[in-house]
């Protein structure tokens, strides 16, 4: 299988305030956009939900061939980057759940790499963001 690329974002208008999630999985013959409103939530909260969509979604499309697949997740956020790495440690309670959520998810596939990319570099996981955030609905 070939390797799958997934862009991830999240995003909130205030801190905390309205946030949505981004995400765009690079299948080998096809693309998906998502754009999912959170509720009220923090920049970071928003960005870790987004990679548990990501991996959760990216298992749901691939179903059995989940544990063949090799998965390179890219985040502008370098602090979920770093985090996902060991080099920072979770302090935030609220974002603990979500990094032990995401370690279960990782064990679905065969191996998942994370990417730090600059932001000009993520703009279709973005977008999908504030889609999600001006037309106040989801894009699943």
């Known amino acids: 299988m070939s390797k799958i690329i997934i862009y991830t974002d999240g995003g909130s208008r205030s801190n ?53 697949a090799d998965i390179e997740l890219r985040t502008d956020s370098e602090l979920l980057h770093r985090q996902m790495l060991g ?9 603990k759940p979500l990094f032990a959520e995401i370690q279960t998810l990782i064990k679905i596939f065969r191996a998942v790499v994370f990417v730090h990319v600059r932001r000009e570099l993520n703009k279709d996981a973005d977008r999908m963001v504030n889609l999600a955030l001006d037309e106040d609905k989801d894009f699943l």
């Open 87 to 95: 080099q920072y440690k979770v302090k935030n309670a609220g974002l």
């Open 16 to 68: 905390p305030g309205p946030a949505a999630l981004g995400v765009v999985i690079h299948l080998p013959k096809e693309k998906k956009e998502y754009g999912v409103r959170l509720g009220i939530a923090t920049n970071n909260v928003a960005e870790y939900k987004a990679v548990v969509f990501a991996l959760s979604k990216t298992k749901e499309l691939l179903g059995a061939k989940s544990k063949d």
